[in-house]
Each structure stands twice: as C-alpha cells, then as structure tokens.
C-alpha cells in the first residue's frame, strides 16, 4: 500500500471543532491510536502530517513506531497573521518572528517545515481562492530560511499566481495546487517540487449537502484536467488525501485519493510507478538531515 503524504492527525473528517476540542487541555493519546491503527491495518507505513497547533502530530510520532509507522511532522504549519492558516499552526508578522518559529519547530523535532501561502479553494465562488496569497518575495524568503536550516518545505498552495511563486521558491511540494493552468504545470514538470493534489477534498463532498454539487462537480473536472495534463508532462506527484479535512477519514482518505487516481488516469502499471517514484521523493526529502 501506498503511505499517506498529507494528513492531520488533530482532525477527525466531521468535526473539525469537536476534533480539536478533544486535544485542548492534553494530548490524548486514545485517540491518536485509534487513527494510528487504522493506518497500521491499512498496510499504510508511511505518513507526512500537515501539522496542528496543539502537540498531536508530535506526539502521533512518538506513538507511531508502535505500530510501524514511520511517521513525519512539521509539528506546526506557520502562516502570516492576518492570512489563512491558524486552523493548523502558529502566526507571524515579521520574517525574523518567521525565523524564529522555524527554530523553534526544529527544536520540537519537526521533521520539515510547513508553510501556508495562500487561502483555500472558494465552493461558494467558484474559480477563486479564498484570500489574497503572500507575494512571491515572502515565499522566496520564507522558503530560502526554511533550506538554510536545513529544512524541506511543505507548501499548502492554489491559485495560479500562489503555486508559481512557491515553485519558483524552490518549496519541496506543493499541496493541493488546485486552478492552476497548463503553464504553471510544466513550471512544476520542470522542477524539482512534488506535488500532492489532494483530490478527495474535492471529491468527497460531492453528495454531501454543504455545497452546491455543480460547484464540485466542475471544481473535480478542473482538477481531472490538471491531473491528466500533470501525468503527460510528468510533474512529480504523490498520493496524500489530507486526512481529518471535512469528509475525509484517516485510512479510507488515501485509498479513496488512489482510487481518483486510478479512476482519471485507468490502472496502469505506468501510474503506480509513477506515484511510487512520488512517494520516494517525499521519503526521502521530508526528513531531517542529523
Ligand atoms: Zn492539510
């Protein structure tokens, strides 16, 4: 089985408040068990967490080799204050506050760096992204920090503008990278960034009665598109589902994301090797060097 490269442990795919609620005065460890056992019985040994504010992925790394996980954690995700974010992690205003915040997930043992640069996909607006995305100077720095510690960035990024100025920064994958068009897929083809669409977050709210099914519906074919156009040009890409996102449960988010996978491009030898080469990337990149 293929590992899981985008989850939140902190999140339970319903109730992202509830979820969090659970953890607010500690870190309970029941709870990150039972999402760690399904993984385990999922064949999944491999996973990258996204990050959360309060402790759970870093303590999910703790717990996770019981169970043969091999578990990576930014600890927290760090965005501008003022700019989405807050939901997985911890603010700045300044890019030495930046730096320091970095320092001080290396000091918790982040594994890599996760940093937000734009909003999320707008479902009651279709084709925009929530937020005004950080200028490409931020990000260039942000990222050039992030490396000069030593430390591989995890970018949560869409828009055409946003997923750009994060690969011309050099980030180590992009998330999501959702409305982005054929130009910017052969910048991402051209480099060395992997990327992780996330397809599920999509897809399964489809039905689902919070939004408007046609809004989904076209937001899903945009992302088949791009997903075929990234296939051709063979932009490096990995299989994460954002695990813990609103109807998105651990362990049936990433087989539901491969099955996406295999649904738009057909299963094919060529696709699994394809995601395999992926997920070797991130493997290998999404590691601190000691
Ligand atoms: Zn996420």
């Known amino acids: 089985m293929f590992g899981e490269c985008h989850a939140h442990l902190i999140m339970d795919g319903l109730n992202y408040k509830k979820a969090v609620e659970l953890h607010r005065d500690g870190v309970k460890d029941g709870i990150i068990r039972k999402h760690l056992k399904t993984y385990q019985g999922l064949g999944v040994t491999f996973v990258r967490d996204g990050g959360d504010a309060l402790g759970v992925s870093k303590r999910a790394k703790k717990l996770a080799g019981e169970y043969g996980i091999d578990y990576r954690t930014p600890i927290f995700a760090i965005h501008k204050n003022g700019h989405y974010g807050a939901i997985v992690g911890r603010g700045f205003d300044s890019m030495k506050e930046y730096h ?136 490096k890409v990995a299989l994460g589902s954002d695990a813990g996102a609103y109807m998105v449960p651990h362990g049936d988010g990433i087989m539901n994301e491969y099955q996406a996978f295999l649904t738009i491009l057909g299963a094919t030898h060529e696709v699994n090797e394809w995601l395999k080469e992926g997920e070797v990337r991130i493997r290998k990149k999404f590691r601190r060097e000691l």
């Open 100 to 235: 320091g915040l970095v320092l001080e997930a290396s000091a918790e043992g982040a594994d890599f760096i996760k940093i937000m640069t734009t909003g999320l996909m707008d479902f009651d607006n279709h084709g925009n992204v929530t937020g005004t995305p950080l200028p490409k100077e931020e990000v260039q720095e942000m990222v050039h920090i992030a490396h000069e510690e030593g430390m591989a960035v995890m970018s949560h990024t869409n828009g055409v503008y946003g997923v750009a100025a994060a690969v011309e920064a050099g980030v180590d994958s992009v998330e999501h990278g959702n409305y982005m068009d054929e130009t910017v897929i052969s910048m991402l083809a051209d480099s060395e960034t992997v990327w992780v669409p996330t397809l599920v977050t999509v897809r399964n709210l489809l039905g689902c009665g919070r939004y408007e099914d046609t809004v989904i519906r076209s937001i899903m074919e945009n992302g088949e598109k791009n997903l075929r156009l990234a296939f051709e040009k063979r932009v």
